[in-house]
């Protein structure tokens, strides 16, 4: 569909270029990943912040507020999970790649 072939003597096959498809994509989302962290961080230090807490849970009480800490910590856990996962797919795709593109350029040489 998106994805043409390119012409013989390329410098990638289609397989590394999968290769890197797969380290951008991994790539992205642990960017996004990373983000979605930071925010959570963000929020878990404000809610435990005892003068930022009280404007943005008005006034709520301490079993409220390490209720929410708790859930945001949980959430935290998921992010980091989700990124290390994000990490270890591109470090894997990066391995693919690198062994595609010295098959490429085995096989260009002997050719040659």
Same mark, same amino acid.
């Given at each position: 569909?998106?994805? &043409?072939?390119?012409?013989?003597?390329?410098?990638?096959?289609?397989?590394?270029?999968?290769?890197?498809?797969?380290?951008?994509?991994?790539?992205?989302?642990?960017?996004?990943?990373?983000?979605?962290?930071?925010?959570?961080? &963000?929020?878990?230090?404000?809610?435990?912040?005892?003068?930022?807490?009280?404007?943005?849970?008005?006034?709520?009480?301490?079993?409220?507020?390490?209720?929410?800490?708790?859930?945001?910590?949980?959430?935290?856990?998921?992010?980091?999970?989700?990124?290390? &996962?994000?990490?270890?797919?591109?470090?894997?795709?990066?391995?693919?790649?690198?062994?595609?593109?010295?098959?490429?350029?085995? &096989?260009?040489?002997?050719?040659?």
């Amino acid at each position: 569909m998106g994805h &043409k072939r390119k012409k013989e003597g390329s410098a990638l096959t289609s397989f590394a270029e999968l290769r890197a498809d797969e380290i951008r994509l991994a790539a992205s989302d642990a960017r996004y990943r990373q983000r979605m962290l930071t925010v959570r961080l &963000k929020s878990l230090n404000q809610c435990v912040s005892p003068r930022r807490s009280r404007s943005l849970y008005g006034g709520g009480s301490l079993e409220f507020k390490a209720e929410i800490a708790e859930q945001l910590l949980a959430e935290v856990a998921l992010d980091l999970q989700g990124l290390l &996962k994000s990490i270890n797919a591109a470090r894997v795709a990066t391995k693919s790649f690198i062994a595609a593109v010295r098959a490429d350029d085995r &096989k260009v040489s002997n050719e040659g």
